[in-house]
């Protein structure tokens, strides 16, 4: 754990969110600003910067997180209309929390992946 990860200290309950899903890996819990009419962040709950990390560093974590981010997709009743699964990575995309990060967004038609250029 890194204290001074926001994300981590989700995981370890020092900071309240709404848990959606847990398992002995991961956790989901809803984004505290919304950008869609669901929008849950999946989480491993060890502590990883960025996609790359994770991927490079924990393979095994790799899939547990996205099995967990479909977990809830199903859950969330996302299956049939579809959602947007992605991961803010650096600069470019924004990132803001360096705790790797799934956003999973649906629920209602969520526009184009990016603005048209
Ligand atoms: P990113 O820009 O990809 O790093 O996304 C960070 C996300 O974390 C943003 O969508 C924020 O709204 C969300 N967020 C920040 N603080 C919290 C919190 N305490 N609980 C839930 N979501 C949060």
Redesign the pocket.
Known sequence: MDNNC?FCR?VAGE?P?TVVHETATTLA?????P?AAVHV?VIPKEHHPDVVALATNDPAGSADLLAAAAAVAEAEGLRTDGFRLLF?TGAYA????FHV?A?LLGGEPLGPMLAIR
């Open positions: 926001l989700i900071i969110a819990f809803r984004d505290i600003d950008k962040l803010n924004g990132q803001e929390v990060h956003h």
